[in-house]
């Protein structure tokens, strides 16, 4: 479950032992008999842990609380309750309801502004007052204020937020406030020591340590982010705060947790903090921020599609439909294309794409390295705008079975062609065995196997006999198109 850090939580503590780590030297060992003395062995390094305090004292006063005001309609019905009626007794529901539908005024249920408080941390970045945090913490706010360490209070204004990064830009009347350093975040690297200062349930300043995970990870609902990885403790009010490295370096902004509790369970994600910068830079100037699109669904390319499309390992997006008119169409990318590099920058999982593209201005010109039918291509593409019409990704259905691909085809109508969009495939009139296995219906359409355009069932045949273990079908279902993965041997 991805959980949004300034949700309201159940506060659970949780006491964890202390690691010690250390090295051991090895001795010399000499004897008065020996003729050859061995030099003395060398001893390991110590192992020294990143002094904390010194890298908490010096960022800790450019770290801020945010709290947020807002407000939100609840529904509530006209009869209040009833008298000397246990609000826990099984009918009080049933007579409440039935007092509210024939109260003497006929009232059915009234809208009433709540009022909705949140918290939220957030660092500055210039000495004028302009503040990082996160989309999230500040949406739908109608009063945001910024507190200080020292505990002074302002009232800040949103210059902009962009959800699909989830950044949001502050700015306070103020003037020489301290700021933090911005690293970079292509020479973080996995196993380093990173820590957090944020303000996890309204704790101000609070500071944990841990190690960076991973990198460029995919999330379902942020495709626009190579998120960092890292077991750094966040909780529910560390959103918007910084990820900072053992040089005092802010690296990332912490965003969200993989939760099945809603609060910490040793897995977080921060925003690297290049593409903040770059979201930052573009709200200050225009007030908003602007993502390229390329046009295309994709999904994700396992070791059925490696060898239905014979690629050396399972890597890549698989375009699973393009866009009519789009980017990618105009470019001449096709269905069953397997982007594997966005100007040189690999695309290993699909969720990868997306991520690059989006961090991209829209009318730049990229170069992609595209698979095609057991050959390299390279395509230049010029990217459109991600607000006029967003790209989609699609997951694909990895079930797969073994024996014959078993389905009953034949040719579309072309009343059925009409209504299905297409200009040609197969109707799935019965799906049994391997297909079946793999999640093909009866219904479906069948547009392409392997990356060739499904015209006959003769051709089809012909494809499936020449595969080795396993086929890709490009389906049509409800007039969504996506690959599905089937084995065959």
Known sequence: MNVRLNSPRALVLALSAAGVIGAVGAGAYTSANAVNTPAPAVAAPMV????????????????????????????????????????????????????????????????????????????????????????????????????????????????????KTDIAVLKIDAKNLPTLSLGNTKELKPGEWVLAIGSPFGFENTVTAGVVSAKGRSLPDDSYVPFIQTDVAINPGNSGGPLINTRGEVVGINSQIYSRSGGYQGVSFAIPIDVAIQVKDQIVATGRASHARLGVAVQEVNQTFADSFKLDKPEGALVSNVEKGGPAEQAGLRSGDVIRKVDGDPVVASGDLPALIGQKKPGTKVMLDVWRQGARQELSAR???????????????????????????????????????????????????????????????????????????????????????????????????????????
């Open 48 to 163: 020294t842990m990143p002094d904390f305090s010194t890298i908490t004292t010096r960022n800790g006063p450019a770290v801020v609380n945010i709290s947020v005001t807002g407000t939100m309609k609840t529904s509530m019905e006209g009869v209040a309750g009833i008298p000397g009626m246990d609000p826990d007794d099984p009918m009080f529901e049933f007579f409440r309801r039935f007092q509210g539908q024939m109260g003497p005024r006929g009232k059915q249920q009234q809208q009433r502004e709540m009022p909705v408080r949140g918290q939220g941390s957030g660092f500055i970045v210039s000495a004028d007052g302009v503040i990082l945090t996160n989309a999230h913490v500040v949406k739908d706010a109608k009063e945001v204020t910024v507190k200080l360490t020292d505990r002074r209070e302002f009232r800040a204004k949103v210059l902009g937020s962009d959800e």
């Open 383 to 489: 990217l459109g705008d991600a607000s006029e019409k967003a790209s989609t990704v699609a997951k694909s259905d990895e079930r797969a079975g073994g024996g014959k691909l078993g389905l009953a085809l034949r040719p579309l109508q072309p009343q059925e062609k009409r209504e299905a969009a297409v200009e040609s495939g197969l109707l799935i009139e019965d799906a049994g065995g391997a297909a079946a296995l793999a999640g093909v219906q009866a219904g479906d359409v069948l547009l392409a196997v392997n990356g060739t355009p499904a015209k006959s069932v003769e051709q089809v045949r012909e494809v499936v006999n020449k595969a080795d273990k396993s086929i890709a079908l490009l389906i049509q279902r409800d007039g969504d198109r996506i690959f599905v993965p089937v084995r065959i041997g």
